[in-house]
């Protein structure tokens, strides 16, 4: 994954208007990476999964209430059969006054 994305953070030569966020991405790839997995190790999917939700959970420590990585973390502990009705809050009033509705992290 880390050819994919190797960090969050844009780089110094980026414009901060014009950097795309990559932790949302990296997230929804992992996982579909996961959910192919567990056909052949269950152990590695549950890896991915738990790296999944750390993504999302390191994005919302930057920008909290960010509905993109909040539905991506309920995706991810839904998967890995988790609580996540905190996280359903957090979504409800990030995403309150938002005229189209997401079912990916990223866009």
């Not at 844009?10 to 996982?31: D, F, K, M, R, Y």
């Not at 994005?59 to 990585?69: A, C, I, K, Q, R």
């Amino acid at each position: 994954m880390s050819l994919i994305c190797t960090s969050t953070r844009p780089s110094p030569s980026q414009q901060p208007g014009l950097a795309l966020p990559c932790a949302e991405h990296l997230g929804s790839v992992i996982p579909k990476r996961a959910r192919a997995l567990t056909v052949c190790s269950p152990a590695l999917a549950g890896a991915a999964l738990l790296k999944a939700e750390r993504v999302y959970r390191d994005e919302l420590t930057d920008h909290p209430l960010n509905g993109w990585s909040l539905l991506g973390l309920h995706n991810a502990l839904s998967a890995q059969g988790k609580k996540h009705d905190e996280i359903d809050a957090d979504f409800s009033t990030a995403w309150s006054a938002a005229d189209v509705w997401i079912n990916e992290s990223w866009f």
